[in-house]
Structures are given as structure tokens and as C-alpha cells.
């Protein structure tokens, strides 16, 4: 039977042990789903999972900012970054809120009716390259900036590591099977959740201070955790391949680069068997959707032991530095 993995074998739900298994609890209670494609295919790496799902929750699910308009942040993220996978999902869940209309006109790219949930896709779309604050009251900014950046990571993941294809044979693009999945959802999503609840998972992983849009806020605590276990997904890199990464995004200019063709290579400093892992992180960070079976395979074949949570960690490296780039350009009004 197919499956949406494309290079890793997930830890089944039913093996899940720890703190794979904490998260997984978490995540059937609070999404009302028991198996997540992201989550399972991000399982080889608990270090990565975890703070991956504490962004998610106490960004997107928690909080006091509505559910819908931060459904509408998640999406318009995921148009920006070509994530159908992310698109398809949340295009359910904004149906599971009730707005139906409104759901199926963001998922074509389309403005909403409402000027509100307007000025949001505008924002949301523009994240990686207009650096502005979100519309928004201050005091529920570190929710929508949390959300924006969750998705600039996850979007990154999922088309790193998953098909195109929510649900088999892609049926989520049907406006009926949407429909339907969101009213089997809609009692979870409608539920009012206690922020904080997903940073006791964190506990013992790496982290590191709270983003200054997110001082005290749960969104913060679980961001620095996330930034702090990608991060670590550097050391499977040299330290030329890791600056020409790095060097790389810092002069992305947030669009969609060619990645072929072009004058100059990024990565043209970079020893030959250290070039796979170094293409692999860039991907992630600027054209995940660009990630293909050549890839992984050359990185799997350029030497040593390469374990599917290496690949989480690289491809989480490679993510990371693009969101990193994205956050430092939000121009974020104090309070």
C-alpha cells in the first residue's frame, strides 16, 4: 500500500515509546488525529518532533487569537513555500471551523471576503520577503508570528520528506472530501486549549533565550527549543559546507531561486563528498520541493553510516537557517 514517506520510516504509533510516544498522545488529543504524516516522518529525530509539535500547538492551536484567522496564516504560508501537502491539510481544517467559504477561496490563492482575514493572507504570504509586523493587536502577535514561522519550518519538512498527497490517490483535492474531513474534525478544532501544555516535552532537549517577539509567551519557549535541536543538525555538515549554507541563505532574497543554471554556485568551495550533505541542507532551506530521490541517494552513498534521523537533522538544519533568515527580517513592533 503506498505510503507518504518518501526516505524515512516513521516509528509507528503502536512502537512509540518515550517521548515519541508523549508527543504522538498529544497530538491524538489536541488534533483529533492519531497518525500525523509530518509528525511520524519527523519521529527519527525526537529532538526534532518535539519542538516541532510545541511550536505547532502553542502557536496554532492555543492561545487566545481565533483559530480561523491563524488557519488562514498557516495556509497562506504554505501557498508562499509551494507546500500542497500543508495547503490540502489546512484548507481541512479552516473547514473544520465552519468557514467553508472561506476555506476553499484561500486555498485557491484567492482574497477573502473578509478584510481581516485579507490583510492576514497578504501578511502571511509575504513573510519570507516583505518583513513587516502582522495585522494585528500586539497582544496576539507572537500566536500569528509563531504560526507563520511553524509553517516556514514544517512546509520545508513535508516537502522534503512527504508526497504531495494528504490522502490517497489525492482525494483531499476534492472540495467534497475536504468538506467532510474538516465536519470530522470540527469538534476538536473548535475546542478551547490551555496554552503550555506541550512545553513539559521540551524538558532535557536543547534550547536556548526566547525570541524577543515571544518573551513569556509558551510560542517562545518552544520556538527556542526548535531552533536550538535543528540547529544541531549542523554538525553533520564540515565547516566549509555549513558557512556556504549559511552564506547562501543570508543572501536569499525570500522567492524561489533557480537553484540550476546559475553564473555562480553556492557550493562550489565545497569538497566533492561533502557536497550531497550541503545540497541537501540548501534545499531545505531555499526549494525543498526540489529534494529528490538522486539527492538523498547521493547523500546516502558519499561515505559513513547515514541513519534516517541524520536525514531529519540535515534537512532540520537546512530549515531552520531559512527560518532564522525569515524571523530576523519580521519587522516586529514592541508591545
Not at 239 to 254: C, H, L, M, P, Q
Not at 272 to 283: N, Q
Request: glycine letters at 8%; hydrophobic letters at 50%; proline letters at 9%.
Amino acid at each position: 500500500m503506498p505510503t507518504p514517506y518518501r526516505y524515512v520510516t516513521p516509528v509507528p504509533v503502536e512502537a512509540a515509546t518515550g517521548l515519541i510516544a508523549g508527543v504522538y498522545g498529544q497530538i491524538a488529543r489536541d488534533f483529533g488525529m492519531a497518525r500525523m504524516p509530518l509528525f511520524a516522518a519527523l519521529s527519527p529525530a525526537p529532538e526534532v518532533l518535539a519542538p516541532t509539535w510545541a511550536v505547532l500547538r502553542e502557536s496554532l492551536l492555543a492561545g487566545q487569537a481565533p483559530r480561523v484567522t491563524k488557519e488562514v496564516v498557516a495556509v497562506g504560508v504554505s501557498l508562499a513555500n509551494r507546500c500542497p501537502f500543508c495547503v490540502d491539510a489546512h484548507t481541512v481544517l479552516l473547514h473544520a471551523t465552519g468557514e467553508h467559504r472561506l476555506a476553499e477561496t484561500v486555498a485557491r490563492g484567492e482574497a477573502p471576503a473578509d478584510p481581516e482575514h485579507a490583510r492576514l493572507l497578504v501578511w502571511a504570504t509575504g513573510t519570507a520577503t516583505a518583513g513587516q509586523a502582522p495585522p494585528c493587536p500586539p497582544v496576539h502577535a507572537p500566536e500569528y508570528i509563531g504560526t507563520a514561522l511553524a509553517f516556514h519550518f514544517i512546509n520545508r519538512m513535508v516537502s522534503s520528506l512527504l508526497t504531495d498527497d494528504l490522502l490517497p490517490a489525492g482525494l483531499q483535492r476534492s472540495r467534497l472530501i475536504r468538506g467532510l474531513g474538516g465536519r470530522a474534525l470540527a469538534r476538536t478544532v473548535r475546542r478551547s486549549l490551555p496554552q503550555g501544555e506541550a512545553l513539559p516535552l521540551l524538558r532535557g532537549l536543547p534550547s536556548g533565550p526566547a525570541p524577543a517577539w515571544a518573551v513569556g509567551a509558551p510560542a517562545g519557549t518552544a520556538f527556542a527549543a526548535l531552533h536550538a535541536g535543528a540547529e544541531e543538525g549542523a554538525v553533520l555538515l564540515d565547516g566549509t559546507a555549513r558557512e556556504a549554507v549559511i552564506e547562501a541563505v543570508a543572501a536569499w532574497d525570500g522567492g524561489h531561486p533557480p537553484l540550476s543554471g546559475r553564473t555562480s554556485d553556492p557550493l562550489a568551495d565545497v569538497a566533492p563528498m561533502r557536497r550531497p550533505a550541503a545540497r541537501l541542507a540548501l534545499l531545505a532551506a531555499l526549494a525543498p520541493y526540489r529534494v529528490t530521490d538522486a539527492d538523498v541517494a547521493a547523500w546516502r552513498e558519499a561515505g559513513g553510516s547515514r541513519s534516517d534521523a541524520d536525514l531529519v537533522r540535515l534537512l532540520a538544519f537546512g530549515a531552520i537557517t531559512a527560518v532564522r533568515r525569515i524571523e530576523s527580517a519580521l519587522a516586529v513592533r514592541a508591545a
